[in-house]
């Protein structure tokens, strides 16, 4: 059955199930801090509210009538059945002392609802101030700042955004890779063990990593937000460059990496996977390097997850630029030899 099918009059909500949103809430610092047991004390303690609009909600599709169909067609599937069954799930959402509000889990329940009925009913719980450390309320009120530009349209336009740097981003990568298929022949010819499980790409992730890390730090310092002080100017300038690279993915990054990787990858639908992990990790280093928790804006998150959406539950667990490196190497060496 489709949404537009749907009579969403009579609808019962129950509770969310804590014990498995933990695993979105975990990705929140101050969430993780208070461990499991806490959080979910914490959250019980919450209330039902029953709202008519989303656009005070952070990290949904739900202001966007239309946005429905373009999610994960499990996920639409498993939404549709539950609305039909006449009992629907809470989506839930975290509520900061600044009156930021954050979706931590039901995306999809929420959009669908919304898209159908004009309203819908959240749990909703409160974020003690005493749980949020300096650097956790700074971020909170960055998001706020740049949810607040996002949604009022108040950014800079992209057209200020200079993305010739990922022009250099393919050589780069050939590069990486033919030094790793130059390893991989000494490693045959030295007859290592588990050789056979290796290949170009795989053994080339650091290399790769390394390659996009590189650039997307030119871009930064380029762009100007690579500053340490992060303030609405420079989430600005992050955020317009993310858009505008989502923008032009296919053509800056997916076709070029795709053609340098026919000497090493001869599986189309394998050369197009890696290219996907290139775009959302180009997608995703550029939002942290500005500050952004990708997760919590929508139109990164849906970024990342169209360019790599088998691992982009992974990606998105990237919380910060300072181990990223190390977190996408062993993404990509797991992900190259799927």
Not at 71 to 82: E, F, G, I, M, P
Not at 255 to 260: A, G, R, T
Request: glycine letters at 6%; charged letters at 30%.
């Amino acid at each position: 059955m489709k949404l537009a099918q749907l009579i969403l009059e009579g609808l019962t909500y129950r509770v969310p199930n804590f014990d498995y949103e933990w695993e979105e809430a975990v990705r929140y610092p101050e969430f993780k801090k208070l461990g499991k047991h806490d959080w979910i004390d914490l959250a019980t303690k919450g209330r039902e509210v029953t709202i008519t609009s989303a656009k005070d909600i952070n990290n949904t599709d739900a202001n966007k009538p239309d946005s429905f169909k373009k999610l994960n067609k499990d996920k639409q599937k498993r939404t549709l059945a539950q609305i039909e069954s006449g009992t629907v799930e809470m989506p839930i959402v975290a509520k900061y002392p600044d009156g930021y509000k954050e979706l931590l889990g039901g995306n999809t329940r929420l959009t669908a609802l919304m898209a159908k009925n004009g309203k819908a009913t959240i749990w909703m719980f409160d974020v003690p101030e005493d749980i949020l450390d300096e650097s956790s309320t700074n971020a909170i009120k960055n998001q706020m700042k740049l949810s607040s530009i996002i949604l009022e349209n108040e950014f800079e336009t992209k057209d200020d955004i200079d993305l010739s740097i990922l022009g250099n981003l393919d050589d780069e990568i050939r590069r990486e890779l033919e030094k790793s298929s130059k390893e991989l022949e000494k490693l045959q010819q030295q007859n290592e063990i588990g050789i056979l499980t290796l290949s170009a790409v795989t053994l080339g992730a650091p290399g790769v990593v390394k390659a996009i890390d590189k650039l997307v730090q030119s871009i930064a310092k380029k762009n100007g937000f690579d500053l340490i002080k992060k303030d609405p100017g420079t989430l600005q300038k992050a955020y317009n460059s993310v858009v505008k690279t989502a923008e032009k993915a296919d053509s800056l990054i997916e076709k070029p990496i795709n053609f340098i990787l026919r000497p090493f990858v001869k599986d189309d639908e394998k050369r197009k996977k890696i290219a996907g992990f290139v775009k959302g990790a180009v997608l995703l280093l550029m939002a942290l390097y500005g500050g952004i928790n990708p997760s919590n804006i929508t139109d990164i998150k849906s970024a990342i997850t169209s360019a790599a959406p088998e691992v982009a539950d992974e990606l998105l667990g990237i919380e910060n630029q300072a181990n990223a490196g190390a977190k996408l190497v062993t993404i990509a060496r797991k992900y190259f030899q799927s």
